[in-house]
């Protein structure tokens, strides 16, 4: 009997299993080599369900975090997406399998370059890797997007990335604090308006310079 890949394992034991059901998901964890996005020292880890240590003491999202992300956003293959937090470009290059375009903001100069050089080796064409601060460029002028991957949690509630979305259009985000945090699927109603669903609780790092409750002083 033959032995399944460890990626179809990490698909069928570890993805669908967290309640990615999305057919269309699952497809784009075959399709994208999720080890091409591992530091090659920890590359026999790529298949497990783990956050991987990136430089600068960052880290991947689980794969399991990512099919819940990629399945809450709904992409049809038209969308103008907004990532925020490259990492090393797995995620991007997931977003870009069923979108039209995807914008994504890294802070972090070396790991911007690390995506960038990730996606050109595998010829993903219809990416932007930008090297800024994403929560000071939502502060300004902005454009809009039909879809927002927040990769990097906010300690508190910030209503800035929503403001970015087109009215239809659909943000999903994880806010809180360890030991708890909740993701969370917006979407943009009308020009004033927006609903918020609740869909699972994580915890993943936090965007750097995000906004942190007030400390109390005595």
């Known amino acids: 009997m033959q032995t399944a890949s460890p ?46 240590p990136l430089p600068k ?3 991947m999202l689980r794969p399991s975090v990512a099919g819940r992300l990629l399945q809450a956003l709904e992409l049809t293959g038209t969308e103008r997406v907004l990532e925020i937090g490259a990492g090393s470009g797995f995620i991007t290059a997931c977003l870009a399998a069923v979108s039209a375009h995807v914008e994504s903001i ?4 070396e790991l911007a370059e690390l995506a960038k050089s990730n996606l050109a080796t595998l010829s993903i064409g219809n990416t932007q890797i930008v090297t800024a601060d994403a929560l000071a460029a939502a502060a300004g002028p902005t454009r809009r997007y039909a879809a927002i991957a927040v990769t990097g949690s906010l ?12 009215i239809g259009g659909r943000l999903f985000m994880i806010v809180g604090e360890a030991p708890v945090m909740n993701a969370r699927l917006i979407r943009r109603t009308a020009e004033d308006a ?17 906004r942190r409750p007030q400390e109390f002083t005595f």
């Open 7 to 52: 990626r179809e394992q990490m698909i069928e034991q570890q993805v669908r299993a967290w309640d990615v059901l999305d057919e269309r998901v699952l497809g784009i964890f075959r399709k994208i080599p999720r080890e091409h996005f591992v530091p090659a020292e920890q590359r026999y880890m790529a298949y497990m369900d783990l956050e991987i």
């Open 57 to 59: 003491g960052q880290h």
């Open 106 to 109: 890294e802070v972090i100069p």
């Open 155 to 166: 300690p508190i509630a910030d209503d800035r990335f929503q403001r970015q979305l087109e």
């Open 194 to 210: 927006w609903t918020t669903e609740s869909l699972f609780e994580t915890v993943v790092d936090p965007l750097i310079n995000a």
